[in-house]
């Protein structure tokens, strides 16, 4: 790579966070965002500690990396390959990897541990110990809800954290579900394609594709899912506090065909019920996400004079050009995405010989495969 390519140092002396942090991937997962902490279980005060890599922390707007990182927008997802919005080696400097102290930038949010009412929160740069990296596929059927709520021995690591960390999950969840009207549901599984054989390099088309499912909505997928809305959300609400413009996703209504939308104003998003709602837990993933970070951190170090240091002011024209383009980038990136995978199932029909398969209709003279991810037309 050239010089202009690679990880710079974080220039600031980072204070060293007192916590034990934990995050939960999948096994493929090489860019991890984000790791949780828990600290005061039974002392009637718990500080939730979301901790987000921090490559804002290295480097920032119209710098070589960010050009980069500016013209892929996103990582771009497909079975057995990736590619990734920065640099492998600069991924790897920043990622939450077990066994290091990592640049991150950490919320902590105040708890009552008996009521779980909200007593506060606070923004910190600092390094953050990551304890261990736990992994759905080897945890959804340890760690379950019978084991995170007493009813079955818990006997894993971070027992008395992801129990807390559950309860604290199903309470936000239950919230949120209170201000859109209605529950949530997750009907239909994710599905995980594995190409054997593959080990990460780009495919060619014909290996061997295994297909499984993931039910969404699992105990260690809703502790994840909360927790970065929780963070999302709160920080949010702290750059419009602050008068700092942030990228938000919006939603005015649940009604049908009311979309949501990108902008730079914090407005309620109906589809989350939440009063606001950025991205900013995927920087090493999403460039909205490192954007918001530069906004965050320029709060976390100047606080109500933060605007003066901010990258990015009101009405900036670059904040505008950055959510056309995402979006743009996003939407074909989801459409290549689905392209991909479809010719994989096809591909994994043909593999096993299966020329019946149960479907449900749809609209239109369109079905859907009840156990594969294909939609296809009735004739």
């Given at each position: 790579?050239?010089?202009a390519?690679?990880?710079?140092?974080?220039?600031?002396?980072l204070?060293?966070a007192?916590?034990?942090?934990?995050?939960?991937?999948?096994s493929?997962?090489?860019?991890?965002?984000?790791?949780?902490?828990?600290q005061?279980?039974g002392?009637g005060?718990?500080?939730?500690?979301?901790?987000?890599?921090?490559p804002?922390?290295a480097?920032g707007?119209?710098?070589?990396?960010?050009?980069?990182?500016?013209d892929?927008?996103?990582?771009?997802y497909?079975p057995g390959y990736?590619?990734?919005?920065?640099?492998d080696?600069?991924?790897?400097?920043?990622?939450l990897?077990?066994?290091?102290d990592?640049?991150?930038?950490s919320?902590?949010?105040t708890?009552?541990?008996?009521?779980l009412a909200?007593?506060?929160?606070?923004?910190?740069l600092e390094?953050?110990?990551?304890?261990?990296?736990?992994?759905?596929?080897?945890l959804d059927?340890v760690?379950?809800?019978?084991?995170?709520?007493?009813?079955?021995?818990?006997?894993?690591?971070f027992a008395p954290?992801l129990?807390?960390?559950?309860r604290?999950?199903?309470?936000?969840?239950?919230?949120?579900?209170?201000?859109?009207g209605?529950?949530?549901?997750?009907n239909?599984p994710d599905?995980n394609?594995?190409?054997d054989g593959n080990?990460?390099?780009?495919p060619?088309?014909?290996?061997t594709?295994?297909?499984?499912?993931?039910?969404r909505?699992s105990?260690?997928?809703l502790?994840?899912?909360?927790?970065?809305?929780?963070?999302?959300?709160t920080?949010?609400?702290w750059?419009n506090?602050?008068?700092?413009?942030?990228i938000?996703r919006?939603q005015?209504?649940?009604?049908p065909?009311?979309?949501?939308?990108?902008?730079?104003?914090?407005?309620p998003h109906a589809g989350?019920?939440?009063?606001?709602?950025?991205?900013?837990?995927s920087?090493?993933?999403?460039y909205?996400?490192?954007?918001?970070?530069w906004?965050?951190i320029?709060?976390?170090?100047?606080?109500?004079t933060?605007?003066?240091a901010a990258?990015?002011?009101?009405?900036?024209?670059?904040l505008f050009?950055?959510?056309?383009g995402f979006?743009?980038a996003?939407?074909?990136y989801?459409g290549?995405?689905n392209?991909?995978?479809?010719?994989?199932?096809?591909?994994?029909?043909?593999?096993?010989?299966?020329?019946?398969?149960?479907?449900?209709?749809?609209?239109?003279?369109l079905?859907?495969a009840?156990t594969?991810?294909?939609?296809?037309?009735?004739?």
């Open positions: 790579p050239s010089r390519l690679q990880a710079p140092p974080i220039k600031d002396c204070p060293l007192p916590v034990k942090a934990f995050s939960i991937d999948d493929q997962t090489t860019e991890i965002d984000d790791a949780l902490s828990v005061g279980l002392s005060t718990v500080v939730f500690g979301v901790h987000i890599a921090a804002g922390l480097f707007p119209e710098t070589p990396l960010d050009k980069v990182a500016r892929r927008l996103s990582t771009v497909m990736k590619l990734t919005m920065l640099p080696e600069v991924v790897q400097a920043y990622t990897q077990e066994g290091r990592c640049p991150a930038v919320l902590y949010v708890f009552d541990e008996a009521t909200v007593r506060g929160f606070e923004t910190k390094q953050v110990p990551i304890a261990a990296n736990l992994r759905h596929d080897q059927t760690i379950t809800e019978a084991t995170l709520t007493g009813a079955a021995p818990a006997t894993y690591a954290e129990a807390f960390a559950y604290l999950a199903r309470h936000l969840k239950a919230g949120r579900e209170v201000a859109r209605k529950p949530e549901s997750f239909r599905y394609f594995r190409l080990a990460g390099a780009e060619k088309g014909d290996e594709v295994a297909i499984s499912t993931r039910t909505g105990p260690l997928d502790i994840v899912a909360e927790a970065m809305i929780l963070a999302n959300s920080w949010g609400g750059l506090e602050l008068g700092v413009p942030g938000y919006s005015a209504s649940m009604a065909g009311v979309k949501v939308r990108m902008s730079t104003k914090a407005a989350m019920g939440v009063a606001q709602y950025t991205w900013a837990t920087p090493l993933r999403r909205v996400d490192l954007v918001n970070q906004q965050i320029a709060c976390a170090r100047h606080g109500r933060a605007l003066l990258a990015f002011k009101p009405k900036d024209a670059a050009s950055i959510i056309s979006d743009e996003y939407t074909a989801n290549f995405q392209g991909i995978e479809r010719y994989w199932t096809l591909r994994y029909l043909a593999q096993n010989g299966l020329d019946e398969l149960d479907a449900s209709v749809m609209k239109d003279g079905v859907r009840d594969l991810p294909l939609v296809f037309k009735a004739i």
